[in-house]
Structure formats: structure tokens, C-alpha cells
């Protein structure tokens, strides 16, 4: 599984983002996907997760400020981020769990100017 991200920059604390993780096969087939990110100079964290099912999990810090949804037709999966803080500053990482193997993202920069 190949997945691809884009929507990554800079925006002002307060403002918003919209990340796209495209995968290149049906996400009928995938168990788990979702967002990580890696904060500089920090551990990756889980940040938002959909399972096949339909269920979503949030870190506490982001829940009320961001959604994690999917088209399948498009076979991409979106994290809608509002109300951005500087501490969200990080390399957001698209992750997919399929077929019992794990499979990650380049990453792409999110940086949240005060």
C-alpha cells in the first residue's frame, strides 16, 4: 500500500488545514487508517484514527479542533484541522493498517506560526 500526502504549510495560530492522505488501493481493504505526527525534537503520537467500521479516535489535544473522515471513492483520507496552535507544529505522518502490516506516509510539515 503506497500512500501519498499533500496539504501541508504554514498557517497563523487560529487558522486551519486540511491533509490528504490518497492510498492506492480501495479503503474497503484497509483495517485501520489515520494521522500521526512527530513534533520536533519529540516521539511520533497518534493524532486521529478510522477504522473500516467507521470508528474514529482522537489524542485528547486535538479533539473539538480536528476530523478525520474518508472517500472511499477517492480513496483518501482527510484530517480537517481548526483552530490551529503553535504546539501543533509537527511532520504529520498518514498511516494505514492492512493485511496485518503497517504501512506509513513521506510525511508532510505542518507549522503553526504565533
Known amino acids: 500500500v503506497q500512500l501519498v500526502e499533500s496539504g501541508g504549510g504554514l498557517v497563523q495560530a487560529g487558522g486551519s488545514l486540511r491533509l490528504s492522505c490518497a492510498a492506492s488501493t480501495s479503503l474497503f481493504s484497509i483495517n485501520v487508517m489515520g494521522w500521526y505526527r512527530q513534533p520536533p525534537g519529540k516521539q511520533r503520537e497518534l493524532v486521529a484514527t478510522?477504522?473500516?467500521?467507521?470508528?474514529?479516535k482522537y489524542v485528547d489535544s486535538v479533539k473539538g479542533r480536528f476530523t478525520i473522515s474518508r472517500v472511499f471513492a477517492e480513496r483518501t483520507v482527510y484530517l480537517r484541522m481548526e483552530s490551529l496552535e503553535p504546539e501543533d507544529t509537527a511532520v504529520y505522518y498518514c498511516y494505514a493498517r492492512h493485511a496485518l502490516s503497517d504501512y506509513w506516509g513521506q510525511g508532510t510539515q505542518v507549522t503553526v506560526s504565533s
Open positions: 478510522v477504522t473500516s467500521g467507521g470508528s474514529t
